[in-house]
């Protein structure tokens, strides 16, 4: 365990060293991303989840990336609930210093874990998901020179979310209005994580409010941060993310 410890400790402090003394391109862009997940009760504690966005920078002005996201999810406990999913990307070349040199599609297959726990007016949700991703690599073409998908790379990225949502009206004795605050962190791991330790971190800030008990919209700023593979080029991203989230039970129609 301290080993382990040990290892996880000089990794940072090697990214940390690295990054400082041979400095990566920094570039800025916009973003609007929209965002629906849609939770479906399909059994007593079975759930089946679909998750979908279209993300833009220069505001509208320019695709960014869609995914979507389907997931089986187990009401392990009233507090733990148990994930697998799979995910779709499409990531598009964006902004003035572009990360990728053509759109660049990827797959995931994955495992999450998520705990709720409340505290009076607060709600806290722990969630990690370990990614085991197959991501495009693309080769110029010699003879046309533009770039090819040439083949799948396997990489394996951890994320961890921390949330908390404060009420700050309630209906009913049920939340209405909330404040949103939290952060997410990703970290490669593996003998093909690439240059970097950290792929993104993103600072979660914002509003929902719960239309009734099976709809509700969120309105959140995400400062993201991205590092890309080589590690030669930093993303420093203000972003606006407009969510529609619904939670139906189709338990009830049996």
Known sequence: MKNS???????????????????QVETQ???????????????????????????????????????IRPSFDYQITPKLLGSVGYTHYNTYSYGDIPINKRSIPEDHIWIQGTFTHHAKDFKFIHRLRDENRFVSVAVKNAITNEYDIDSYAYRNRVRYMFLMNYTLTQKDDKAKLFAVLGDEVFVNLGTNAGKTFFNQNRIIAGFGYNINSQNQIQLNYIQQHIWNFPNTIQEDNSTIRLSYITNLDFTKHK
């Open 5 to 23: 410890l040990m290892r996880v400790v000089i990794k940072i402090g090697f990214f940390l060293c690295t990054s400082f003394f041979y400095g």
């Open 29 to 67: 862009n916009n973003n609007i991303w929209l965002h629906y997940v849609g939770k479906n009760k399909i059994a007593n504690k079975t759930f089946f989840t679909l998750e979908a966005t279209m993300r833009y920078t220069d505001w509208l002005g320019e695709k960014q990336q869609w995914f």
